[in-house]
């Protein structure tokens, strides 16, 4: 494969674009270092969704395979109007929350939840669901974070939010009282434990 860092991100997309599964079942390819070679401030609205949508034509490209730093880096530096643009794509929103809820295990810090047992429901506006909302539930309970598609537990708070506002809050470009004293994120129960339920965990800095 070409020498990503020296492409600019038009020669990028259209490298990807061009690209067969024999090719990418040929080559010795290394998705972070695709990651690496991506800078969204130099990719117009549109054009992150269109190169994420590329990369989830093959399975060897998949989120799971970028670094922290590197998936991170990408969302802090995209601008609102490119995530808004992601988020409109219902199959990229899916992939993009899913991987976040995913890692959340990783970054869970086990030394700040030791002894707690608290389910977090998440609702992001704009969803798929019967009520204009796609759902997550986080469970933190004996040192882990276990996630799930389905509300199986009463919830200490339930938080509401834009996928975008969430994006840029596990990112660290948002915080969750700024968002909640701009009426971007809505608390309902423990509010004091969704004030600081970022701070349990250890959120990849760009």
Known sequence: MADLGALTQTELVELLERLTPED???????????????????????????????????????????????????????????????????????????????????????????????????RFTGGSGADGYDRFETTIADGGCAVSREMTAPARVTITLSPADFCKLVTQNASAPVLFMTGKLKARGDIAFAAGLTGLFDLPRP
Do not use: N
């Not at 976040?100 to 295990?105: A, L, N, Q």
């Open 24 to 122: 990418v079942a040929a080559l010795d390819i290394d998705v972070d270092a695709i990651g690496r070679a991506v800078d969204p401030r130099r990719l117009g609205r549109d054009d992150l969704g269109a190169l994420l949508a590329t990369l989830g034509r093959f399975p060897e490209f998949a989120l799971s395979g970028l670094a922290p730093t590197t998936f991170a880096r990408i969302i802090a530096t995209a601008s609102a109007e490119q995530v808004r643009a992601v988020m409109a794509d219902a199959d990229l929103r899916e992939r993009v929350l899913t991987e976040i809820f995913r890692r959340m295990s990783t970054h869970l810090r086990a030394d700040r939840v030791a002894g707690l047992h608290a389910v977090v429901h998440w």
